[in-house]
């Protein structure tokens, strides 16, 4: 059996894991033997077979853990041993004995995919390992309770991870752990994830990355109800820390291996892999940036601490330090209080300081005041790990002066162990053109008490980005509905409140009137079906809006004749009244007047079997005064042209027409057509 366990190593196998939870989806590669934790397994891409082909052929296989401190072991009695990497790493050697396995430990306790995505390159890429498992978003939740970031700001980072992994290492297998707290369980239990986990998983179905939901496994074992004395039972406890609410005891860690080893199982020993070594694929990016940039680590040693002084500095001291070992040994120790200051010169766009503080006390450094370039000193807050000292700097070479402050607790000592340093320029972006948004489109979404947005895409032909903005102005005013307690009908009133549309604010208790009238106007013949067009009133003579009635026809309402239809009432009314209507014969229209001598020639344009006749009136006034007005009926639709004769020389006539039919003993008529007039010779 050949077995390394290596602090640091040239020749890694960086297997990601990235802890979190969900629900299985197999892939179609292999068939899998085990299926106990099918559930919280997700199956993906090219799953473990670049591993499978390197131990097929007996190579040697490095496997990276890269992540916190559930992924270092904190919790198991033996962090090598016991914590899931120590048995799965076990697991390797024990099933495949003619590899060697290098297990490498690159786990930092605290730090989450910030941290993971600036140290990548030191701590990783350089070793160019062959697995790579990934555990940083519990610390991203952390991460998240300080600084309150966007849970897009999680994705960026892990993509950033995820995306120069794959880049730098296109044979290299990726494996996504998700774990959990105590605070996740009932999420879990359901099948959900944290939002900064969520953020991790979407990232590793883009990049068909495999992940593995050991913290949903977890959460189901100290269901229901997740008591201390569950909780207990698979979580650390000592007099110490009691019931830690994140860090797994020798029993908790075995869980979480033995989800993993099902996943290892089925991929490595009961798998239909040729053992072809493949390149991963690389998407296009989810995010606009990631945080990378040719980002390269600067040691403390005794030389550049000796520069410091010369520039400037004072107050470290140079010294050996075992913390932090995958920075190196070496470490510049602060002895000065908030009186030390270092300065380092750099060429990038960015710098960040690696850093610990050896517990005197109780705190960590609050902040750090930094001067660039020998300028204005200001206030960098040492929130999240690593602190940016300075970001967005012309490309060249800057002088950064540093000085911790420690305003809660002067016992500390702060440890330097070294500097990142970030080329900008080189970051990584989704779009090769600056975006430009002209021609914004409201998302309808305001309210009465805040205003909405607008959102735009980019005017670049092809490109898919969008920008939403603030829709300033577009607050609403309140519209202000009935909604109904008690509705009205057409013999009582009703009770309601005026309820905002909106905003769905009160402003007051209100009655709805009855119904007190209902009446359908007659309908004109145009050869189809019709339904009345219906005018209701309540009691208070106000129209009543056809929103809250329905009006359904009876009978065949195509030819001229009587009919009758239903109107039904909704909404803040209730009932229904049955109402008749004509379907009148149609108009016809004067088409022209021709002037004669006492007379007037009228030709109609129009002629309709639905009509029987029709009359005309005309009159030397255009009120149609009945002194003055004479008429003159034609029986026969057919006949479309008439005379009228003994009219008055010089005189102007106004002429219209209607027509009519008679059904059942009843005459119908139309309405009377537009007035045409003409002055008689």
């Known amino acids: 059996m050949k077995i390394k366990i290596l602090k640091s190593v040239s020749f890694l196998l960086v297997f990601v894991m990235v802890l979190t939870a969900g629900v299985c989806s197999f892939g179609t590669v292999y068939a899998a033997k085990k299926t106990t934790y099918n559930q919280y397994i997700k199956y993906r891409g090219q799953n473990l077979q670049n591993t499978f082909a390197k131990l097929k052929s007996g190579k040697e296989l490095t496997v990276a853990y890269y992540g916190g401190s559930v992924t270092a072991g904190t919790g198991a009695s033996k962090a090598d041993e016991t914590s899931w990497r120590g048995l799965i790493g076990q697991w390797l050697v024990d099933n495949f004995p003619e590899n060697t396995i290098n297990n490498v430990n690159l786990a930092i306790g605290g730090t989450g995919s910030k941290y993971g995505a600036y140290r990548l390159n030191h701590n990783v890429i350089s070793l160019k390992p062959d697995l790579i498992f990934v555990e940083l978003a519990i610390n991203d939740y952390y991460d998240w309770q300080v600084e309150k970031a966007d849970v897009s700001e999680y994705s960026t980072r892990f993509e950033t991870v995820i995306r120069n992994i794959r880049t730098a290492l296109p044979e290299c297998d990726i494996v996504t752990v998700l774990t959990t707290e105590r605070n996740h369980v009932r999420d879990n239990q359901v099948g959900e994830l944290h939002s900064q986990a969520q953020a991790h998983e979407d990232i590793c179905v883009a990049y068909n990355v495999p992940s593995i939901h050991v913290g949903r496994a977890i959460s189901d074992k100290v269901a229901p109800g997740c008591s201390d004395e569950k909780w207990g039972e698979y979580f650390y406890n000592s007099s110490a820390v009691l019931l830690d609410i994140v860090h797994p005891n020798d029993k908790g860690y075995k869980v979480y291996y033995d989800v993993i080893e099902e996943y290892f199982h089925n991929c490595l020993k009961e798998t239909a892999y040729d053992g072809t070594v493949k390149n991963h694929t690389v998407p296009r990016m989810v995010n606009d940036f990631l945080i990378d940039g040719d980002i390269q680590y600067i040691d403390v040693d005794g030389k550049l601490l000796a520069k410091s002084e010369e520039l400037g500095g004072s107050g470290f001291v140079f010294e050996t330090s075992n913390n932090m070992k995958l920075f190196g040994t070496d470490a510049a120790k602060q002895i000065d209080g908030n009186s030390s200051s270092f300065v380092l010169e750099f060429t990038g766009t960015e710098i960040a300081i690696v850093d610990y503080t050896k517990y005197g006390g109780t705190k960590t450094v609050d902040s750090y005041m930094v001067s660039i370039d020998g300028g204005k000193k200001k206030v960098v807050g040492n929130i999240i790990d690593p602190t940016v000292l300075a970001t967005d700097l012309p490309y060249g070479k800057h002088t950064v002066e540093l000085m911790p402050v420690f305003k809660r607790d002067m016992s500390e000592v702060l440890y330097i162990k070294g500097f990142l340093v970030r080329d900008q320029r080189k970051q990584s972006a989704k779009y090769d053109h600056e975006h430009k948004f002209l021609v914004y489109k409201s998302d309808n979404n305001a309210t009465c008490k805040k205003n909405g947005t607008k959102t735009a895409r980019c005017y670049k032909a092809g490109c898919d980005k969008i920008l939403t903005v603030t829709d300033y102005g577009s607050k609403r005013t309140h519209k202000f509905v009935t909604v109904a307690n008690k509705k009205a009908t057409l013999s009582k009133n009703g009770k309601g409140e005026l309820i905002c549309d909106y905003c769905g604010d009160f402003k007051d208790i209100v009655t709805i009137y009855k119904i ?166």
């Open 516 to 681: 007190k009238s209902v009446k359908a106007s007659n309908c004109e013949y145009n050869g189809k079906a019709q339904t009345p067009t219906v005018t209701v009133k309540d009691s208070k003579g106000k129209k009543i809006s056809s929103k809250y009635y329905t009006v359904k026809g009876y009978g065949s309402r195509k030819n001229v004749g009587r009919y009758k239809a239903k109107v039904t009432f909704k909404g803040i009314y209730k009932g229904s009244k049955t109402v008749y209507f004509n379907v009148t014969p149609p108009k016809y229209t004067v088409k022209k007047l021709t002037a004669g001598k006492k007379s007037l020639k009228v030709t109609l344009a129009k002629k309709s079997k639905q009509v029987k006749g029709y009359e005309v009136e005309y009159s030397t006034s255009k009120k149609f005064t009945k002194s003055t007005t004479k008429k003159k009926t034609v029986k026969s639709y057919k006949k479309i042209n008439l005379t009228l004769k003994g009219l008055k020389s010089k005189k102007t006539y106004y002429v219209r027409v209607r027509t009519y039919k008679t059904v059942k003993g009843k005459k119908y008529y139309s309405n009377w057509s537009k007035v045409a007039k003409k002055k008689v010779k």
